[in-house]
Each structure stands twice: as structure tokens, then as C-alpha cells.
């Protein structure tokens, strides 16, 4: 009989995936933080809340984000299903929400503001804030082509960045891409340009001169450094319409007191990209980073087979703004204890448990352990209000740092009143 025999085998603990993570404690306190901000601020600039699917057909991003890019042709989660169609898990919200816009007929609507977070998904190399499963918020307008859906979705962005009381350290950096006819000019003085300089560029500049010349102005490699100082810019080729857009955009920003510093090298490499473009960016989390992005995309819904709609939206990773928020997030305080001392009197504590919570008092219950020690347990957890539920009733017995609160006993009266 071998050794092993007669015993269990053990069983390795798994692990979870690369890029993955588990969120608890602070952490989910800060990411609550984040979502419960978000969500009070789109009501007030009255954001219609709504849900997609975490996965469609490929076709919807491969065709919107385009087959060069970067997000289709390495970074998507694409599979084939049973029925042999090729799915993708969304690697972004604005293709998803384009789509749904043409299937279910939100054009009714337009224009119609939209708001939405969740779960994305990019098979990206893991660092600092970056994960192959993460989280966005998102805000889209779409069906209006005015400066003024900008400048509305730039100072919702702005004002979140605020209530979360993060602003202090963070820029917006503001860009025009100009309309159609301003871009496609500015396009061809770049391929020219960097076509003169083809040998000395990065291979993956040297591949997108063609395709996407405008995201070599946004190259991190440093053999493109030394050519990006000289290289055309938007200025030089805005028409009189896109000058006076972009004026509008600056204007109403100023009017509004959201304040922006232009960064005419900010470019989105998609043709759909019109006019406005912006991130704002802080170094607070190592090297600058984006926190918050977005731009006017006119030609995405065409893309997709729709009739040509404007439209403007940002996105922003739910976890990079938890960690600029960090530490600073506390539990909302714990209002109301029942501490359970005699174990005949559990009935009327949960009755009081659920009255109090109905009135929307933050309430927990101590019902074990030694019934002596059940009161100073209560205490430990240093809610406002602790009550004693002995004699099968329930006693106001010590109030803890509430004095601040005059209204609270009266609201836990009430909503006693009725429970013995």
C-alpha cells in the first residue's frame, strides 16, 4: 500500500487571472465612490442611464475602431460561438452604444444623452491602474452636432473630476481635428512630411505613415521624438467653419469657468473623429496618464451603416479614478447598534433591526457571543446610537457621538414605534 493511500489529495488553491483582480476593503469603497458620483452627477445634467451587452458580434468593433488599430488587431477578446459566428467581450462602450443606437431605435430620441459603466476587456499587458478586465464610465450625446453638446459633456466631465475631489493636479488638454475636409489636408501634409523621414522612424511608424498618420504624433517611441517638433499641425489647415467650432468649444468652456490648455499634438488616429478631442491627465499616478478622454466622432454611426449623426462622448477607468481618490473615501458611519443581552429578546431586536433599516438608518445587530460582553462589542464598532434589547423589548440605552445629529433619536423613535 503506497504512502498517499487512504488520504486526500490536496488540492491546489486557484489562482486568478493575470490582468484580473479582486476588489475589496478601501479599494471597493473608493470604486462604490466612484460609481455612486458618477451616476448622481448624470442626473443632474439629466444622462439617460443604460446597458449593453459585455459581448457582440466582432464585426461592430472591427469595423467602428478599424482593423489597423492596435485594440482589433492585438488586444481584443474575440471567439467563435457554437453557431460558428465570431463574438468579441467589448473593449470599449462607444461601438456597443453606436449599435444599439441603429437597432433599437433610439433615433426617436435625438438627441439623446446616454450614460453607462462597466465591465471592458483588452488582452493588454497588466500594470499600474491597467487590467485585462477593467472598468469605465461612459457619457455619449448623440444627434447633436453644436459646439454646445461639447462644451455640456466637458464640464459634466469636469465637475466629476470635482465632486470626487480629485481636480487639484488634473489638466484638460484640448484639441481640433477640424471638420472632414480640415483633417483629410492636415493627413496628406503629414504623410508627406514623415515620408521624408521614413528610414529614421519607428517600425510601427514606418507602418502607420500610410494607414494612420496622425497617431504617430502620439508615438512613444523615441527615434519618432526628434521629428515630431516640426511636423504639420491642425492650425495650419482649419477651414473657417472648424476655426469658428472650435472657438464655440473654447468659449462656452470659459463661459462656464472650466479651465483647458491647448495640446495641438492630441489626435485621434480614426477617420470618424471630427473637431473636439481631449483628455484630461495628471502625473499623480507615476508617469502622466490619462484619467478621463474623449472627442466628437461624426462618422462612426455612418460606419456602421447608419445615416451620418454627430455625436460627442468620454470614457474614464473607474479604477484610476479610485486610486487618485485612495484612502480619502470613508464608510458612511454606522448610525444604530442593537446589542442583544438577553437571548429571549432576539425576536424584537430583528423586528427593530428591519424598522430600522426601512427607515433608512444604517443599523447592525450583536447577537453572539457571551450576552455580557454583547454591549461592548456594540461600542467597539462605534456607531451613534447604541441599543440594549433585554426583556424581550428595546432600551435606548447610550448615545455615542451623536450629539451633532439632534434629529437622530427622534428618527429611530419613529421608526421604533410601532415594534414593541
Known sequence: MSKSDGKSARIATPQAIRGTQDIFGAEAEAFAFVVETFERVRKLYRFRPAQMPVFEKTAVFSRSLGETTDVVSKEMYSFDDRGGESLTLRPEFTAGIARAYLTNGWQQYAPVKIATHGPLFRYERPQKGRYRQFHQLDAEIIGAGEPLADVELLCMADQLLGELGIKDGVTLMLNTLGDG????AWRAALIEYFEAHRPDLSEDSQERLRKNPLRILDSKDSRDHAFLGE??????????????????????LDAAGVAWTRAPALVRGLDYYRHT????VTDRLGAQGTVLGGGRYDGLIETLGGAPTPAVGWAAGIERLAMLVGG????????VVIAVEDDDSIGVAQRGLSALRRADLSSELVAS?????????????????????SDQSLARRLLVGGNDDPTLVDRVESALMDVE
Open 181 to 184: 475636409a480640415s483633417r483629410e
Open 231 to 252: 511636423a504639420p499641425r491642425i492650425d495650419d489647415f482649419l477651414s473657417g467653419e472648424a476655426q469658428d467650432f472650435f472657438g464655440a468649444v473654447t468659449g462656452g
Open 277 to 280: 478631442a481631449f483628455e484630461f
Open 328 to 335: 480619502e473615501v470613508a464608510r458612511d458611519p454606522l448610525q
Open 369 to 389: 457571543g457571551s450576552p455580557r460582553k454583547r454591549f461592548d462589542k456594540a461600542l467597539k464598532m462605534q456607531p451613534r446610537l447604541v441599543i440594549s434589547a
